[in-house]
């Protein structure tokens, strides 16, 4: 701390935080406050205080830049996001879970009570009969003990991944991630397997797959029926398939194998 005197003309009278740079070109910060050394008429000297506050100031700047740097990556990330502390308040709610669950930001903006959202999304009928059950147990399980990751349909169609990721400090981090391609993906993979299946079945024609990285054989079903086997009890696998055919055929089948490969 540097006690000086100085003029009235010199300083403010006022506390006020002044940035300086010294000989060594090195910019520091001051906290200047003032006590009037006159006991009354005009003033003409003044007891000043400075403080250095360079690091405090340093230390705000880059909490600031950080806080700058989150705030900017919650606004823009494609997962929604709520940070519940440990008396399940809901203390961040960013716009892509505002989006996601058809929240009203003046709701949460007001940092509701975690029971206060569910009963919110209750009124307005979030919660459909398939995914109910699983928001009941998951309730019945004590909400942030675990971590927990399912998935649910929301009442317009959306698949929702939902992770919840309990704080040290009590508490959690919940992400909600929309997978409705994922799901309509899955969902048309499997309606065209179930249709060359189908055609299969029809055409009295199967098919089989080996997959070369693990050395694994697969047989469709029409195979299995070719070869008089349950595919229940029965592994194909690749050393042992090709005992499935004739023994006159199996040279030439090897080799139709080993071309392809």
């Known amino acids: 701390t540097l006690i000086a005197t100085a003029q009235a003309d010199d300083v403010a009278a006022s506390p006020a935080e002044l940035e ?28 000043v205080q400075i403080q250095d506050v360079t690091i405090q100031k340093e230390t705000e ?19 929604g996001l709520l940070m519940v502390d440990a008396d399940e308040i809901v203390q961040l ?8 669950l058809d929240l009203p930001a003046e709701f949460m903006a007001r940092r509701p ?7 919110f999304q209750i009124t307005q009928g979030e919660f459909t009969a ?38 040290r400090t009590g508490g959690a981090v919940r992400t909600f991630t929309d997978i409705t391609h994922l799901a ?27 997959d070369l990285r693990s050395n694994s054989l697969t ?6 029926r070719m070869h008089g086997l349950d595919e229940t009890n029965f592994r ?13 055929d199996r040279e030439e089948v090897s080799a139709c194998v080993s071309r392809a490969i």
């Open 20 to 47: 300086f740079v010294r000989r060594d070109g090195r910019v520091m910060w001051g906290a200047v406050s003032a006590v009037r050394l006159d006991e009354s008429g005009p003033i003409s000297h003044l007891l």
């Open 61 to 79: 700047a880059d909490r600031n830049a950080t806080l700058e740097r989150l705030s900017a990556t919650l606004q823009s990330m494609d997962q």
């Open 93 to 100: 709610c960013n716009p892509k879970a505002l989006e996601l």
């Open 113 to 119: 009570r975690f029971q206060d959202v569910l009963a």
């Open 130 to 167: 398939e995914s109910l059950p699983e928001y009941r147990r998951w309730l019945s399980r004590g909400h942030f003990n675990d971590v927990e990751t399912y998935q649910r349909t929301r009442p317009n169609g959306a698949r929702l991944e939902i992770r919840t990721v309990p704080l």
């Open 184 to 210: 309509n993906a899955e969902t048309q993979a499997r309606e065209t397997n179930r249709m060359l299946l189908l055609a299969e079945q029809i055409a009295k024609v199967g098919h089989w797959r080996v």
């Open 219 to 224: 047989w469709s079903s029409e195979v299995f």
């Open 236 to 248: 194909p696998e690749v050393a042992t398939a090709i005992e499935a055919y004739h023994p006159d």
